[in-house]
């Protein structure tokens, strides 16, 4: 199983030192700047959210194909 680490203390998966509790995580690109929220839809109904580069994203170890 992955180390998920996160900052988001407010959030209930959120544990000591920074690690995430959660058994799933979304991740999705964009969504700040697109305004794209995911509004209950199972992730598998969800489109994709390509992105060219780590800015385009909130996901800190994202590096591209």
Same mark, same amino acid.
């Given at each position: 199983m992955a180390t998920i680490r996160c900052t988001v203390t407010?959030?209930?998966?959120?544990?000591?030192r920074n690690y995430c509790t959660a058994a799933?995580? *979304?991740v999705?690109?964009?969504?700040?700047?697109?305004? *794209?929220q995911p509004r209950g839809?199972?992730?598998?109904? *969800?489109?994709p959210?390509?992105?060219a $580069?780590?800015? $385009?994203?909130?996901?800190y170890t994202f590096e591209p194909l």
């Open positions: 407010n959030c209930v998966y959120w544990g000591d799933n995580i *979304l999705m690109a964009g969504d700040v700047q697109r305004g *794209l839809e199972s992730a598998e109904k *969800l489109e959210t390509p992105s $580069e780590k800015s $385009e994203t909130m996901c």
